[in-house]
């Protein structure tokens, strides 16, 4: 690998000149800076983005931290915030960290070391202090799709799970349900917990309790993707999807909507999410420091065909 001696060497220049083309903040006469850029092309030098950040204080990299990229609303949000922080000149580094503590604690570590300018967080697992961590070693955070801890040094850009998990259980109770079971992943994310939370609060306000899943008339899951599994199992167990048990997800991803599908869902508009997550931190970089605002978005019930009237 060549380095910036070997450029100046071919250029006939000192390091200091060759430092100056590459960052551009000296002028430098035509005729030098083309010697340098021709030895840079000859030698195949890249200069060191980590070093050029040191010296800079910014890297022009924004991290972002996921906990299943595998899930489409995850893989979306991921797309938009990539695209938003591409329009303002900064690369981002994408870490999935499947609700892992360790995990997360790993790639935190790991994005404060490679200097990123900020990092957009799409869900930890419950109880997790990376933000905080990152907030105190001075790195901007926006958590998107979820609230996380209560420091006014935070942005995120939130759902209302509880009123969503209110229109969730008044549209099924409507219907005629009244035992209703929660399924949420394997693993204990922040979100999941909030719904289920609400899940609990809208049940007993109707003066229910949640019902075993196998007696359920009514299933609500965490997000679409445990929906479209719930409603293939009960399919090949013999029963029907919903003249025996009504199923709804969270999300309302691209397969929702699928004609042979009709998954009845939360819808979350993950580019428009991903999108404010950066124009919050874009904001912050440009003043220097935390981003410090929250907002909450409510979103919309779609109904499709996998509810209907509880069984008699």
């Given at each position: 690998m060549s380095t910036l001696v070997e450029v100046a060497r071919r250029a006939g220049v000192s390091k200091s000149t060759v430092s100056n083309v590459i960052q551009g903040r000296v002028a430098v006469a035509a005729g030098t800076r083309q010697k340098v850029e021709e030895a840079i092309r000859q030698t195949g030098y890249r200069p060191n983005a980590i070093a050029r950040s040191l010296r800079a204080r910014t890297s022009h990299s924004i991290g972002m931290i996921v906990p299943d990229l595998a899930n489409p609303f995850h893989a979306a949000l991921s797309v938009a915030v990539e695209r938003a922080a591409k329009q303002h000149g900064y690369a981002t580094l994408v870490a999935h960290t499947d609700c892992s503590p360790e995990i997360?604690?790993?790639?935190?570590?790991?994005?404060?070391?490679?200097?990123?300018?900020?990092?957009?967080?799409?869900?930890?697992?419950?109880?997790?202090?990376?933000?905080?961590?990152?907030?105190?070693?001075?790195i901007p955070v926006v958590l998107a799709s979820f609230g996380g801890p209560k420091d006014k040094r935070l942005g995120s850009v939130d759902h209302d799970d509880v009123a969503a998990m209110e229109a969730v259980v008044a549209h099924l109770h409507g219907l005629g349900h009244r035992r209703f079971a929660f399924v949420s992943q394997d693993y204990a994310e922040q979100s999941g917990e909030r719904r289920r939370q609400g899940f609990e609060q809208a049940l007993k306000r109707r003066r229910l309790k949640p019902a075993a899943r196998e007696d359920a008339t009514a299933i609500v899951a965490h997000n679409d993707l445990l929906a479209l599994d719930l409603i293939d199992e009960i399919e090949r167990s013999g029963r029907s999807v919903p003249r025996d048990v009504s199923v709804t997800g969270h999300d309302d991803i691209p397969l929702a909507a699928h004609s042979r599908i009709g998954l009845t869902t939360v819808r979350s508009d993950a580019q428009s999410m991903g999108q404010r997550a950066i124009e919050l931190m874009m904001k912050a970089l440009r003043a220097g420091g935390h981003v410090g605002h929250r907002e909450i978005r409510t979103n919309r019930l779609v109904i499709r065909q996998s509810t209907g009237v509880a069984p008699s």
């Open positions: 997360e604690d790993e790639v935190s570590r790991a994005l404060f070391e490679r200097r990123v300018d900020g990092v957009v967080i799409a869900g930890l697992s419950t109880g997790s202090e990376v933000p905080v961590n990152l907030l105190d070693n001075g």
